[in-house]
């Protein structure tokens, strides 16, 4: 166990120490993704302008709470977009990298949640500034100011438990890489899915039924609807536990579809021939 | 008890038969066709502790099959094999942790980071002791001469350099058997010979068992005591490297060198001409009848000096790999042949 821990530690600071070797492309990719929620302000002022002044709320959105809508989807997504996971699975398949999990004694799946950690942390570490800027300037936004203390942790059970989401559902796709060798065009729909019932475009609660009641039901909202809705309080009581223990019968299950995947695919690989 | 058992082990592959051209392509999408290919067909062969074997044979034999199936990246159609008493492809950790595969064209160094990093790594993969772990790296690399080379990124390493550190990441967690599969393709002539130099020292002194496969005959040479040869997935051979030239060529060559202004045109009612650089020529005879053409050409030709010897081994080995991808083409063309039928 501690030395299961101690190699976990390890694969996390040598992911780490790699992800800044490149350190100008690192810094660059790491600002760069504050530009779309730019680009989302200014359009969602125009959206609100013609429809007859911020004031007036959109679905249930003012102006400014639709800003700090998208301000904490950006936050949520951060946990759980999981850059290259499932298109590096299928690589390493496609290349026959796969075969060093067969060889040493680790565990793909372990290997690279680690991995992705460190690179989340790396990521954080040097986003924290430019977030604390953005959230900084953007402070009058957040009409109902800091959550209430329950509130926050369940918002921060939703970005923990969103991250482990992201990872198990791209890992499941990225595995299926093991029959089908080539998964951008499944990857493509995953996104396509992903960016609609997401919600990173748009609140989900301004989709008319019957989609609202799918939305409620599917994984894509805890990428980043969810842990937004939370931290605005606009999920709360019973609906937000609900939410949350919906969203851990998602992790577990994409755990175990993960798990499958990747045992059923190593007896698959090794049997058709490495 | 040996340490690697095996017995009649095979393994087929199913590839899928992509014909020529546009249409072919489009009915591919409704209707593949499989060809069974059998890459390894039904091997026997146990190696003892301590052993070096050398796997040889043409591309497309079976070698790197072989090793694979030894190292559990994949399972067999049928046959058994144990190494060290584990059946390699349940992939215990308690097996993965005493052997290595060295694969020459696949890497397992982080590319960015230094060397040292993936060791430490690797320490931890296979719970080495962290004094072990001291000792065994410096030592390997003492050996290799490359601990100044630690502490930079692989990627600015050499071909040989980090051939060099792949081959102390196989070795830090002490295995006691090591598969490699061509570990010196494309090295230049001084990194072979320092990594040959290096195997062998290790081998020896650490008693580990290596099974080798190589294209390199230097590298068999100067390592192996044993040789295998596999063509088209079974063993054609097994014993000494010198055997393999009384086994396959029953030819002699005899080298002579003759008088000024004799005759080099009628050599060859004595055999096979392999070259002719007056005063000197090569000729080539079957081994039974060396004494009978010794006798000859002493009696009709003006001899200075004379030499029987065997063929070179490389001209011998390449000569067995011939035949037998000369037998698999007629194979390939009778299966054609029937598929069209």
Redesign the interface.
């Known amino acids: 166990m501690l030395a299961g821990a101690r190699t976990w530690f390890m694969i996390v600071r040598i992911s780490l120490e790699e992800r800044l070797a490149y350190r100008g492309d690192f810094a660059l990719g790491t600002l760069m993704r504050f530009l779309p929620i730019v680009t989302q302000i200014f359009l969602w002022y125009a959206i609100f302008t013609a429809q007859g002044g911020a004031d007036r709320p959109l679905f249930g959105y003012t102006y400014t709470e639709m800003v700090a809508y998208f301000l904490m989807t950006m936050v949520a997504r951060a946990f759980s977009s999981m850059p290259g996971l499932a298109s590096g699975i299928a690589r390493q398949i496609r290349e026959g990298e796969v075969k060093k999990f067969l060889i040493q004694p680790i565990d793909m799946l372990n290997y690279l949640l680690a991995t992705r950690v460190a690179h989340k942390g790396a990521y954080y570490t040097i986003a924290i500034g430019p977030f604390v800027l953005v959230f900084y300037l953007c402070r009058d936004y957040f009409a109902t100011g800091f959550p209430p203390w329950p509130t926050f942790l369940a918002f921060l059970a939703s970005l923990v438990l969103g991250f482990l989401l992201g990872f198990f559902m791209e890992a499941s796709i990225g595995l299926i890489g093991f029959w089908f060798l080539e998964i951008s065009s499944l990857l493509f729909v995953y996104m396509l899915f992903s960016f609609f019932l997401s919600g990173h475009m748009f609140p989900l609660t301004m989709l008319p039924e019957p989609w609202q009641t799918i939305v409620v039901y599917s994984p894509f909202q805890y990428l980043a609807f969810f842990p937004a809705a939370v931290f605005l309080q606009k999920v709360q009581g019973a609906e937000l536990v609900r939410g949350l223990v919906m969203e851990v019968f998602w992790v577990v299950l994409f755990y175990v579809s993960a798990r499958m995947l990747y045992r059923r695919g190593v007896n698959r690989y090794s049997g058709f021939g490495g | 008890m040996a340490i690697i058992e095996i017995e009649n082990l095979a393994k087929s592959?199913?590839i899928y038969q992509k014909s020529e051209g546009l249409w072919a392509a489009i009915k591919g999408i409704v209707n593949r066709k499989y060809k069974d290919v059998d890459?390894v067909r039904g091997i026997d062969l146990t190696v003892e502790q301590g052993e070096f074997v050398a796997f040889l044979g043409p591309n497309g034999a079976g070698k790197t099959t072989t090793l694979?199936l030894l190292?559990?990246?994949?399972?067999p159609s049928s046959g058994t094999a144990r190494v060290m008493g584990y059946v390699p492809?349940k992939?215990e950790?308690a097996y993965?942790?005493r052997f290595?595969?060295v694969m020459g064209q696949?890497n397992?160094l982080?590319w960015?980071?230094p060397a040292q990093?993936?060791f430490?790594?690797h320490?931890?993969?296979?719970?080495v002791d962290p004094d072990q772990f001291d000792r065994t790296r410096d030592e390997l690399t003492d050996l290799l001469d490359v601990t100044r080379l630690l502490k930079q990124?692989v990627r600015e390493l050499s071909l040989g350099e980090r051939m060099k550190m792949e081959l102390i990441a196989a070795m830090l967690h002490s295995p006691d058997v090591l598969f490699l599969d061509e570990p010196t393709i494309g090295l230049d002539v001084v990194a072979q010979h320092n990594i040959q130099k290096f195997l062998k020292f290790y081998q020896q002194k650490r008693k580990i068992t290596i099974l080798l496969t190589s294209h390199y005959m230097k590298d068999v040479a100067a390592l192996c005591q044993r040789v295998v040869i596999i063509a088209q997935g079974v063993i054609k051979y097994d014993g000494s490297l010198a055997g393999i030239v009384d086994k396959f060529s029953g030819h002699k060559v005899i080298s002579l060198q003759l008088a000024d202004q004799a005759r080099f045109d009628d050599l060859d009612r004595f055999g096979q001409v392999l070259e002719v650089v007056p005063p000197k020529a090569k000729i080539r005879i079957p081994r039974a009848q060396v004494a009978r053409v010794l006798a000859e050409l002493l009696a009709s030709h003006p001899v200075e000096d004379i030499g029987v010897e065997d063929p070179p081994l490389e001209e011998v080995i390449a000569e067995v790999f011939s035949q037998v991808d000369h037998r698999e083409a007629t194979q390939e063309e009778i299966l054609a042949a029937a598929e069209k039928a």
Do not use: F, H, M
């Open positions: 592959y199913r890459a694979k190292s559990g990246v994949i399972t492809w992939r950790d993965r942790r290595a595969l696949k397992q982080w960015d980071l990093e993936s430490r790594l320490q931890q993969i296979y719970r990124p």
